[in-house]
């Protein structure tokens, strides 16, 4: 076992919420809580990374709930981790080692990172 991913059951760590989406979402992307309570993507043209509430579990279409991944649980749809390195949500919702004001979590795997926001 190299990793504390590898120690949990099958299903372990997927504490998510399901949210009603504003626009399509895909797959593993860095979502945003809107005051009305729905989900859109984190993205520079929206300027919300400060509203990050998760990462979407499966593709999630405009208007459809979906499951998102929140803190406390490990998503295991991020790719390029580095196992044990701190992650954080950047302007374009993209999730890096590069330090911000927003952070997403540490990696638990090369796929997957505990949400600790």
Same mark, same amino acid.
């Given at each position: ?36 309570? !729905?989900? &859109? +993507? %984190? /993205?520079?043209? *929206? ?6 509430? $998760?990462? !979407?579990? &499966? +593709? %999630? /279409?405009?208007? *459809? ?6 803190? $406390? ?45």
């Amino acid at each position: 076992m190299s990793n504390l991913s590898d120690l949990l059951p099958a299903g372990a760590g997927a504490k998510s919420a399901d949210f009603v989406a504003t626009g399509t979402l895909s797959s593993g992307q860095t979502v945003a809580l809107k005051t009305d309570g !729905t989900v &859109e +993507a %984190i /993205s520079v043209i *929206a300027a919300n990374k400060t509203d990050f509430v $998760g990462i !979407t579990d &499966e +593709a %999630i /279409s405009s208007a *459809a709930t979906g499951a998102v991944i929140v803190q $406390g649980g490990v998503s295991g749809k991020v790719t390029g981790l580095t196992i044990g390195s701190d992650y954080y949500v950047q302007d374009d919702g993209t999730v890096t080692t590069v330090t911000s004001t927003v952070p997403a979590g540490r990696a638990l795997s090369a796929t997957s990172i505990l949400l600790e926001g």
